[in-house]
């Protein structure tokens, strides 16, 4: 049974208050998925610390991992969002319907990429030998593999979260694939 309300600032820890000014200025509201994290004293900071750690992807790379985990997840709140952050990062939607596919055939590194990450996704970590083998050959090394990981558990954090609380989608609506 999901009877889980998006909370108010007024209905949240001081420190999780003080997080959704911080989201409100810097995003102009605080995303309902966001809000859900304040049910816990921590675990929104926690999460937003992990989210904004350092990595050697670029913005774009995130993108790719993020909307490629969202839709082997089946997560319609992250799909969402997160098509919404990759137009701002130069994407368009038939580039992002690609992505989505992991088949991306506009770009061979961010298709390397894709293709291994659909595999992470729907194994479990098991990935296919050969989307490993073309993820290192398109120029990625270990580190940026480990790198995926995180963004990987990132994402599927925030998938998860969905399909456990059916929070409302905040963002434009996407097309189903």
Not at 130 to 153: C, H, P, Q, R, S
């Amino acid at each position: 049974m999901k009877n889980f309300i998006v909370p108010t600032k007024e209905q949240v820890s001081a420190n999780n208050q003080e997080i959704f000014n911080n989201l409100e200025k810097m995003v102009g509201f605080v995303p309902n998925l966001y809000a859900s994290f304040a049910y816990s004293e921590n675990a929104l900071g926690n999460y937003l610390t992990f989210q904004n750690g350092k990595s050697s992807l670029k913005a774009k790379e995130k993108e790719v991992v993020n909307l490629v985990v969202s839709q082997v997840n089946q997560c319609i709140y992250c799909l969402s969002a997160h098509t919404a952050i990759a137009k701002m990062n130069g994407f368009t939607d038939e580039q992002i319907i690609a992505i989505r596919k992991a088949d991306v055939d506009f770009d061979s590194k961010l298709s390397a990429l894709a293709v291994l990450v659909k595999s992470i996704a729907e194994n479990k970590g098991h990935a296919d030998e050969a989307a490993l083998t073309n993820f290192f050959e398109a120029g990625y090394d270990k580190g940026n593999l480990i790198d995926v990981l995180l963004v990987v558990g990132d994402k599927t954090i925030t998938n998860y979260l969905h399909a456990l609380t059916d929070i409302p989608v905040d963002w434009p609506a996407v097309p189903a694939i």
